[in-house]
């Protein structure tokens, strides 16, 4: 079964600092991988994804993920938080039959001014 | 980018009453959508797959006769919370996938609250 984990329920950080927030998975086969941010009442944001090609992913809001195979991770980074970034950060992995996401539990992050 | 709506964005009904809850693809055919239900500050679980013109797929433990889903069309899915209790109080999202890119759009959310 595939799956995914984020193992950090909160991230804090002073801003102006860089950020990471974890997250490892598992799958069979060639993981297709996902970051969100969710900010309060609101729905998911599409920040970046991995498919195929370089391990390194860039993607909205200055944010970055890196694909580690033997490692079974996607974290994200960004290299100087802003205070604006604190919200709710959900990783995922899309199933390999019917496309549906699998996700994280969550990591909050709050960055301080 | 695809823009995916929900109406209403937040609803409170009284116990034993049905609410339904619309999702729509704006500038782009959906023929797959999916119901999330969220509680506070934790992840989405996926409740069931909608697709287009045929019946939805319910997630293992979610009534398929409580909560009703239609997708009628290629831009529309509608979620029915029938004789709705406290304990389906909750935060709804949907979601749409765009297949030229083969990405999934997540809408706002509708905030449920049952009385």
């Known amino acids: 079964a595939q799956s995914v984990a984020q193992p950090e329920d909160q991230v804090n950080v002073a801003e102006g600092n860089p950020l990471t927030v974890k997250c490892t998975y598992s799958v069979s086969g060639n993981p297709y991988l996902f970051w969100y941010v969710q900010y309060p009442n609101r729905g998911l944001q599409f920040l970046l994804k991995?498919?195929?090609?370089?391990?390194l992913v860039k993607g909205s809001y200055g944010f970055e993920a890196e694909f580690n195979k033997s490692q079974t991770s996607f974290h994200l980074k960004k290299p100087s938080a802003l205070v604006s970034d604190s919200a709710l950060y959900f990783c995922a992995v899309r199933d390999n039959q019917g496309g549906k996401l699998i996700f994280g539990q969550g990591t909050e992050l709050s960055v301080k001014p | 980018g695809a823009v995916v709506s929900q109406h209403p964005s937040w609803v409170i009904c009284k116990s034993g009453t049905s609410v339904k809850i619309e999702c729509r693809s704006l500038d782009f055919q959906a023929t797959t959508m999916f119901w999330y239900r969220q509680f506070p500050k934790q992840s989405l679980m996926l409740m069931a797959t909608s697709n287009e013109g045929s019946k939805a797929t319910y997630e293992q433990g979610v009534e398929k006769d409580k909560f009703l889903i239609n997708h009628a069309s290629l831009t529309l899915s509608t979620l029915t919370v029938t004789s709705a209790h406290p304990e389906d109080s909750s935060f709804y999202i949907c979601?749409?996938?765009?297949?030229?890119?083969?990405?999934?759009?997540f809408g706002p959310g509708t905030r449920l609250t049952v009385t």
């Open positions: 979601s749409a996938i765009r297949l030229a890119v083969y990405e999934q759009y």
């Open positions: 991995y498919i195929t090609g370089d391990n």
